[in-house]
C-alpha cells in the first residue's frame, strides 16, 4: 500500500451527522469545506435519533430557565450552568435554522385553529418542549442536511474514509494542521492539509457489547485527540438508554424514551410495574435512574428484559405517534398495539470527550471538537433526553462563527509529512484483532456497565492494558485496516473511562459505584491530562 494522494480545503470536518454537516453548511457560503465520513454519508448516530430537538418554543407554559433548571436536575450537579444556559438560549434561534434548511417538524392545529409545532416532553424535562417528525426526527434531520450538503458547490465529500490521526506542526506540537486519512475503497493512505480541522466523529459507545449505536461509534475523535495532546473530561459518564428492543432479528433498535412520555409504562415479566418502587417521577425519571432500575429487576429476577406497554392506548394514537417502532415490530411479529415490548438497556451516549470551550475549540490550534465528541459542561453526569442534537447545532454554529472570524488571516498549512509504511507488511493474523475486539467489549459490559465496583474496573485496567500493548505492536507491524484503526481508538477510550471511573470516588449520575454509593459534597468534573 502507497499513499498516493494529498488534499488541500479550508475546513476539513470528520464526521457526517448533525453536527459535522451543520458545521459544514454554515461554514460553505464563505470558504472550502471537506466533510470526511467513514461510511455512506447518511450513516452514523443522528440518522437512527428518534425522540427530538429540546427548545422553548411555547414561552406561555415554558421558559429557557425552566429548560435550564431541567438540564441541571438531570447533570446531577456536574452540568456548567453558563454551557447549558448558553445552550437553552440558542435552541431556538437553531432549530429555526433546522426548519430553514427543511426539516419537517410535526405541526398540529390549536384550539382556535391556528397551526403550530407539535411538543412532547421526555424523561426528566418538566414541560413539552419537544420538536420532532414522528418518531424518526433523526432521520428526517440527517436527510435533509445531507441533501442540502450534496448540492452545495463549496463542500466535497469524502466517503468511506477513516480519520488515522491529527497531523500537528513541525514548528509547534501545539497547532494541527491537517490528518492522515484512510481511504478504504482503495486501501490507501492519504492526506488532507486544512486551515482548520474539526472533530465530529460523534461518540464511543461500540466499545461495549450492547449498544443502541451504528458501527461508526468507535470513539475516533476522542482517541485522535488524546494522542495529539487534547484533555478529555468526564469519560465516566456513558449513558445506557433505557429501552433498546431486545429481539435478535433487530438487535440496537432503541424504543424511543418520548413513548414513555405519551404514556407508555415499564412492567416485570409478570405485568407488574416497578418504576414507582424506585423514583417519584415514575417511567419520567432521568435515563440513569430508569437504566438502573431495569437492570436491578433483571439481575435480581434472573430476566432476560422487562417490557415496555403502551398498549393500553388508542392504536390510531399509537401508530400515528410512532409509526417507525410500530412498523418496525410488527416486522418482527410484535404488534405493539396489542402486546408489551420486550425491552433492556444498552450502551447509548458518551458524555465526556473533548474539552472545548463555547466556540468549539481546543487545547490545540486550528483543532475543533463539535458534537458527542465533545465536553461541553452541557451534560454533566447524565444527559437530559434531546439536548444531543441540539447540542449539535448551537455547538456547530458556534463553531463556524468562530472559525469565519479567523479564515482570511491564517495561513495555508505547509506541506505534511508523508505516511510511512516502509517497515510494515500485510498481516496474516486477522483473528487477532477479531479476538481483541470481542475481549474489549465484552470485559466493559461485564465490568465497566450500569453498576461498577472499584475491583472490577481495576480488572478492566490490566487487561485493557495488556490489549493496548498487543494493538501498538500489530499497529506498528502491520499495515492498517478499518478494524485496526476502530479497535486502536476503541482501546484508547476503554482505558479512558476506566481511569476515569475510578478516580470518581462516588456515585452520580450515569456512575454507580457499589464501593462509594454516597455523593460526594464537592462533586467536580473528572479532567484527564495527557503525559
Not at 470526511?36 to 427548545?55: C, F
Not at 416532553?121 to 414522528?134: D, F, M, P, Q, V
Not at 432476560?304 to 416486522?331: G, M, Q, R, W
Request: aromatic content about 8%; proline content about 3%.
Amino acid at each position: 500500500m502507497k499513499q498516493l494522494k494529498h488534499h488541500s480545503t479550508d475546513v476539513v470536518v470528520i464526521g457526517s451527522g448533525a453536527a459535522g454537516l451543520s458545521l459544514a453548511l454554515s461554514l460553505a457560503n464563505h470558504c472550502h469545506v471537506t466533510v470526511v465520513s467513514k461510511g455512506a454519508l447518511k450513516e452514523g448516530s443522528t440518522l437512527y435519533a428518534q425522540g427530538g430537538i429540546a427548545a422553548v418554543f411555547d414561552k406561555k407554559n415554558d421558559s429557557i430557565e425552566s429548560h435550564v433548571d431541567d438540564t441541571l436536575a438531570a447533570g446531577a450537579g456536574l452540568c456548567d450552568r453558563e454551557a447549558v444556559h448558553y445552550t437553552a438560549s440558542n435552541a431556538k434561534n437553531c432549530l429555526k435554522w433546522l426548519i430553514e434548511q427543511g426539516v419537517p417538524f410535526d405541526m398540529e392545529f390549536d384550539s382556535k385553529g391556528k397551526e403550530r409545532f407539535h411538543l412532547t416532553r421526555e424523561g426528566g424535562h418538566s414541560h413539552r418542549r419537544i420538536l420532532h417528525t414522528a418518531d424518526a426526527t433523526g432521520k428526517a434531520v440527517q436527510t435533509t442536511l445531507v441533501s442540502q450538503v450534496l448540492s452545495h458547490a463549496n463542500i466535497r465529500v469524502f466517503e468511506q474514509y477513516n480519520a488515522i490521526d491529527l497531523i500537528t506542526s513541525k514548528t509547534s506540537n501545539k497547532q494541527v494542521d491537517g490528518i492522515y486519512i484512510y481511504n478504504r475503497r482503495a486501501e490507501q493512505v492519504e492526506t488532507i492539509s486544512a486551515k482548520f480541522v474539526a472533530l465530529a466523529t460523534g461518540g464511543a459507545s461500540k466499545v461495549y457489547l450492547y449498544t443502541s449505536n451504528p458501527d461508526v461509534s468507535s470513539g475516533d475523535g476522542i482517541a485522535m485527540a488524546w494522542r495529539a495532546g487534547c484533555r478529555v473530561a468526564n469519560m465516566e459518564f456513558n449513558q445506557f438508554h433505557p429501552t433498546s428492543l431486545y429481539h435478535p432479528e433487530l438487535q440496537n433498535f432503541l424504543i424511543t424514551e418520548a413513548m414513555r412520555g405519551e404514556g407508555a409504562l415499564l412492567k416485570r415479566p409478570d405485568g407488574t410495574r416497578f418504576m414507582p418502587d424506585f423514583d417519584e417521577r415514575e417511567e419520567l425519571a432521568p435515563r440513569d435512574v430508569v437504566a438502573r432500575a431495569i437492570d436491578y429487576e433483571m439481575k435480581r429476577l434472573g430476566a432476560n428484559c422487562v417490557y415496555l406497554d403502551i398498549s393500553h392506548k388508542e392504536k390510531d394514537f399509537i401508530i400515528e405517534h410512532f409509526p417507525t417502532i410500530y412498523a418496525k415490530c410488527l416486522s418482527v411479529g410484535l404488534d405493539i398495539t396489542k402486546e408489551a415490548i420486550p425491552v433492556v438497556p444498552a450502551a447509548h451516549y458518551t458524555c465526556g470527550g473533548v474539552i472545548t470551550d463555547f466556540n468549539g475549540t481546543t487545547d490545540l490550534h486550528n483543532l475543533y471538537a463539535v458534537g458527542e465528541v465533545a465536553y461541553t459542561g452541557l451534560h454533566g453526569a447524565n444527559r437530559m433526553a434531546s439536548n444531543s442534537l441540539l447540542e449539535c447545532i448551537v455547538f456547530a454554529h458556534a463553531a463556524a462563527k468562530d472559525i469565519l472570524t479567523k479564515i482570511e488571516a491564517m495561513p495555508i498549512p505547509p506541506a505534511l509529512p508523508e505516511w510511512d509504511e516502509s517497515r510494515v507488511s500485510n498481516s496474516d493474523e486477522e483473528v487477532v484483532i477479531t479476538h481483541n475486539w470481542h475481549e474489549l467489549r465484552l470485559f466493559m459490559w461485564d465490568y465497566v456497565g450500569i453498576v461498577r465496583s472499584t475491583k472490577r474496573l481495576e480488572r478492566a485496567l490490566r487487561r485493557v492494558e495488556l490489549l493496548k500493548q498487543e494493538i501498538h505492536e500489530y499497529y506498528a507491524n502491520f499495515r492498517v485496516s478499518n478494524n485496526l484503526l476502530e479497535l486502536r481508538n476503541l482501546v484508547q477510550v476503554a482505558e479512558l473511562i476506566i481511569r476515569s471511573a475510578l478516580e470518581r470516588k462516588e456515585s452520580r449520575g450515569l456512575h454507580y459505584t457499589l464501593d462509594y454509593p454516597e455523593h460526594s459534597d464537592n462533586p467536580k468534573p473528572t479532567i484527564l491530562r495527557p503525559n
